[in-house]
Nanobody
């Protein structure tokens, strides 16, 4: 069974940085498009960023220039570097693996507050 385990969430002040990491197991990692999504309280889950196997990336407009997604096909990991965090970035962040079907991690909470 595919496992996606997120780490790196926490509390940070506005303007601060966090790095999220997702470790994938039991998966042909290099075949999958990997992504980060987030869900704020009372909101729908939304795309944050994706990276496909060749490294091509895509970002939500709200995070362009602040967040960077990267993957390591040798280590089966995908990271999300988040800089200049804003209170509106507060959400549970989910790792996603997609190759015809979707797999999800359980999420990690990011809270941006002073």
């Amino acid at each position: 069974q595919v496992q996606l385990v997120e780490s790196g969430g926490g509390l940070v002040q506005p303007g601060g940085s966090l790095r999220l990491s997702c470790a994938a197991s039991r998966i042909a990692f290099s075949l999958y498009a990997m992504g980060w999504y987030r869900q704020a309280p009372g909101q729908r889950r939304e795309l944050v960023a994706t990276v496909i196997s060749d490294g091509t990336t895509n970002y939500a407009d709200s995070v362009k220039g602040r967040f960077t997604i990267s993957r390591d096909n040798a280590k089966n990991t995908v990271d999300l570097q988040m800089n200049n965090l804003k209170p509106e970035d507060t959400a549970v962040y989910y790792c996603n693996a997609r190759h015809g079907v979707d797999f999800w991690g359980e999420g990690t909470l990011v809270t941006v507050s002073s």
